[in-house]
Nanobody
């Protein structure tokens, strides 16, 4: 089992930045692909970013490409999401997720482990 706990969410003005963290326990991160998803009220869960187990490969959703950066520190069992140039439409609950895989996946159904989520609110 893997436990994931997100932190770093909050209220920020449009154009600002936030850095989300996801602390993992129960299993070493180095064997897991890890991703970020988000869900806004009334909308489906949306893929944000994913990073492979080594940290050398990543992919982003079209709506965040060029503004968000995913990274990981396997030694500290932590996943990060640096969010810059935030927009009102980035407002959502952000979830950290993981599954045993060396590659990447944009599909939420592939992920076995999920955090409880952290709220990000961007004021316009």
């Amino acid at each position: 089992q893997v436990q994931l706990v997100e932190s770093g969410g909050g209220l920020v003005q449009a154009g600002g930045s936030l850095r989300l963290s996801c602390a993992a326990s129960g299993r070493t991160l180095s064997s897991l692909a890890m991703g970020w998803f988000r869900q806004a009220p009334g909308k489906e869960r949306e893929f944000v970013a994913v990073i492979n187990s080594s940290g050398r490969g990543a992919a982003y959703g079209d709506s965040v490409k060029g503004r968000f950066t995913i990274s990981r520190d396997n030694a500290k069992n932590t996943l990060f999401l640096q969010m810059n140039s935030l927009k009102f439409e980035d407002t959502a609950v952000y979830y950290c997720a993981a599954f045993p895989y060396v590659g990447t996946s944009r599909e939420a159904r592939d992920y076995d482990y999920w955090g409880q989520g952290t709220q990000v609110t961007v004021s316009s």
